[in-house]
């Protein structure tokens, strides 16, 4: 599969959905559906002046595998509220005094045009390896492709082959559509706009918010889900009040605004305090697939972690896995990089067998939605060799093993 190929899809009629692509070939699990340099991109800069400018020079198709021009995705500015109306207008007015390409000039309809096109489309570019963001990208065919909550493909950024000849190949701005699982031939393409960890009345308000339209996947019309993300503690076989749950839930939203402006603040002992209280509040009253308990777990052990405190990270980390596992598809990528951050958790608590496990867990699914060259797969490649390593290690003699980890990390110390 090379870029510009979109021989494995098709534009269609989506019905209330509008246009969508769909699948002209079965597609295998983990296999690039198609991958899209960006028509255009910035870092965070005046993107709309990027989209003119490259309109102007190549048209609004910018390659034959283009399957519709830039000017004819969706904008949604009638669908627009009030407020934003005024914003989008004010901008316009000003982008129109910066605007200054040859002497062509625009109406004011066609630049809102154009924002609501960005608003709508535009893609958040990270760096390789996912750690970042740095920028804003539109890529017209994968503006084609419709949501589900429950999706069949994922989008990632791969800077792709570096050693290739045509720089389309390893465009720093490049996506790749990969299918999650087994796609039949006819069946439409579907991926996510939004983070599953959601409500599904949550998940619909910000979709209508921000991209304008109902969703009626199945995972929202049956509510999938909900009852795990707002679900009581089981504790043999005892659990609390609905009174006692809303109460707990209540201190916990308040809770997490706290740690969230600790953790702005870089405040990282006061973060670690806030979380373990509230923990402790939500034990044997909320689940831990309770998206309330699943953030502060989440944060707890980033921040355990960041201290070096890996024992005590490598139990909340695992809890935040198990319950990711519950409720994410098995093949999700947010799911994979959880296992992965869990796994070198329990790698550096010197919990060599479990953090092996997870690491080859994350592998078997970053492989999936990343890809065999991309960079974070290759990472984790590594990872997996050494904790093979050190496990069979580890086999043959604990005493050895620990020894030797100990030395290791004495000598890492002493250096940092």
């Known amino acids: 599969m090379t870029v510009g190929n979109m021989e494995s899809v098709e534009l269609f009629d989506a019905g209330e959905k509008g246009r969508g692509l769909r699948a002209t070939k079965e597609l295998s699990t983990g296999e690039v559906v198609f991958a899209e340099p960006s028509f255009s991109a910035v870092v ?10 490259r309109i102007h020079k190549d048209t ?14 969706e904008d949604h500015v009638a669908d627009l509220p009030q407020e934003d109306l005024k914003r989008l207008q004010t901008d316009v007015h000003s982008f129109q005094e910066y605007w200054s390409y040859g002497r062509k000039r625009h109406s004011d309809d066609y630049i809102s045009h154009i924002f609501g096109i ?3 489309n535009g893609f958040t570019l990270s760096d390789q390896r996912g750690l970042q963001a740095v920028g804003v990208g539109l890529f017209p065919n994968l503006c084609l492709i419709n949501h589900d909550c429950w999706p069949n493909c994922t989008v990632i950024l791969n800077h792709g082959n570096q050693a290739a000849v045509t720089s389309a190949l390893h465009s720093q701005r490049r996506i790749e559509l990969r299918s999650l699982g087994r796609i039949s031939e006819g069946e439409e393409l579907t991926v996510s706009y939004v983070d599953f960890l959601n409500l599904s009345a949550d998940r619909q308000k910000k979709l209508k918010e ?7 996947c199945s995972h929202c019309r049956q509510h999938i889900s909900d009852d795990l993300m ?53 034990e044997n009253v909320l689940a831990d697939t309770h998206l309330s308990k699943l953030r502060v777990l989440s944060v707890c052990s980033e921040v355990l972690s960041y201290m070096q405190l ?26 994979g990089m959880a296992t992965m951050r869990a796994g070198v958790t329990h790698w550096h608590a010197g919990q060599i067998e479990v953090g092996h496990g997870l690491i080859c867990k994350a ?13 974070i797969t290759k990472d984790l490649e590594s990872m997996r060799m050494q904790t093979e390593e050190e496990l069979k290690m580890f086999k043959q003699d604990e005493k050895v093993y620990h020894k030797m980890r100990d030395t290791a990390l004495k000598k890492q110390q002493q250096l940092g």
């Open 310 to 335: 890996f024992s005590e990270a490598a139990d909340y980390a695992r809890r935040m896995v198990e319950a990711y596992t519950k409720l994410y598809h098995s093949n999700n990528a947010q799911l």
């Open 363 to 375: 592998y078997g699914i970053l492989m999936v939605t990343h890809g065999p060259n991309h960079a």
């Open 60 to 73: 609004s198709v910018a390659s034959d595998s283009q399957l519709v021009s830039v000017d004819q995705l």
């Open 210 to 216: 921000t991209f304008h339209f109902e969703c009626t």
């Open 118 to 120: 960005i608003k709508c």
């Open 44 to 53: 965070f800069d005046s993107l709309a002046a990027r989209v003119l400018w």
């Open 230 to 282: 707002t679900a009581a503690a089981d504790s043999e076989g005892s659990k609390p009040s609905a009174e006692k749950v809303k109460e707990v839930t209540a201190f916990s939203k308040e809770c997490l605004e706290k740690i969230e402006m600790s953790r702005i603040e870089g405040q990282y002992h006061e973060v670690l305090k806030l979380c373990l209280e509230c923990l402790e509040k939500q």
